[in-house]
């Protein structure tokens, strides 16, 4: 009974192993389609030039408004503790007290001729020019308050109408300057975008190259190492010599490093290709382009024919 509960777990752990590595090493399959996609979706500089290329077509929006009139408002207010006076007190004191000042000349003016006047003549006099009095300060207190400004409270405004007429040309000319600039931001996110097609285009042609020439090394490699073994046989018969196996083991070490440069070669490019998709490079191991599996019916032949080519190439140069 110990022994199946031990059994049952390890089953249990393979089972979870097994599912941790398939999850673990998914591959990622990428078509020319998805990749240029991605690239034109992730590409920092195509972004940097379609705002440009928006930013040129505001300027224009904006130089086509030169064309219109201008409307412009401007308002102040400006509070002051002290009043702002056109007289001064002296002035407004003179003012106020005008009839007291003029009555009090008159009576020492004509003191001397009142005397001979008769008593009753002598208080209608000075009536008179007490209301005299009265009435000249009323008409000088009167002018100091209409020459009262009260200034502690300032408001001011103004609504300004500007319409271009003729500003020598200079309005035609930016709006030409700023057409031909959207035009030229236009012309350069399309390059940009042309540019970046090019680039991916050109890094997944060159994946797959690089893949049908890693199979066409490892078959090559393969027919090699097999010849390696009969002329190994061979030699043990005394059909071959000491001086063939060298060859054909000179043969195997330049086609193991010829499988070598074309690994090195492939794992670059893939680390390129994601780069320039926006994926992480350490995606690169997982990542196969879909173009192979259907390129490897054309190339599977080719490949074989030109393995099975050097196999009987080498296997010539034994019996000349």
Not at 129 to 157: E, F, P, Y
């Amino acid at each position: 009974m110990l022994h199946r509960k031990i059994a049952i777990r390890k089953v249990v752990f393979m089972q979870l192993f097994c599912m941790t590595t398939t999850v673990g090493w998914t591959q990622t399959v990428l078509s020319l389609d998805s990749c240029r996609a991605m690239a034109l979706r992730n590409n920092k500089q195509i972004r940097v030039a379609e705002v440009r290329r928006d930013v040129a077509a505001n300027v224009r929006k904006a130089a086509r408004t030169k064309y219109l009139p201008h409307v412009s408002a401007v308002g102040g207010y400006e509070h002051t503790s002290r009043e702002i006076s056109l007289l001064s007190d002296a002035q407004k004191s003179a003012l106020g007290n005008l009839g007291t000042g003029l009555a009090g000349e008159l009576q020492g003016g004509i003191a001397g001729y009142a005397q001979v006047l008769p008593t009753a003549l002598q208080q209608q006099l000075g009536t008179d020019l007490s209301q005299m009095a009265g009435a000249l300060n009323d008409k000088g207190q009167h002018l100091v308050d209409a020459l009262r400004t009260d200034t502690r409270n300032i408001w001011a405004g103004s609504i300004l109408l500007t319409q271009p007429l003729y500003m020598g040309g200079a309005i035609v000319a930016a709006n030409k300057m700023a057409d031909l600039s959207e035009q030229m931001a236009e012309n350069a996110a399309e390059t940009r975008r042309q540019a970046t097609l090019y680039s991916v285009d050109q890094a997944y042609w060159q994946v797959v190259s690089l893949s049908h020439k890693q199979r066409l090394a490892e078959s090559y490699l393969e027919l090699v190492r097999k010849l390696e073994t009969d002329v190994g046989k061979m030699m043990t018969d005394g059909v071959a010599t000491r001086s063939d196996a060298l060859s054909v083991s000179v043969k195997v070490n330049e086609a193991e490093m010829a499988l070598t440069k074309v690994t090195d070669g492939l794992t670059l490019s893939k680390m390129l290709l994601c780069q320039i998709c926006g994926l992480p490079v350490s995606e690169s191991e997982k990542l196969i382009v879909k173009s192979e599996e259907f390129a490897t019916a054309q190339g599977g032949e080719t490949s074989s024919a030109a393995a099975n080519s050097s196999f009987f190439t080498l296997h010539s140069s034994f019996f000349i």
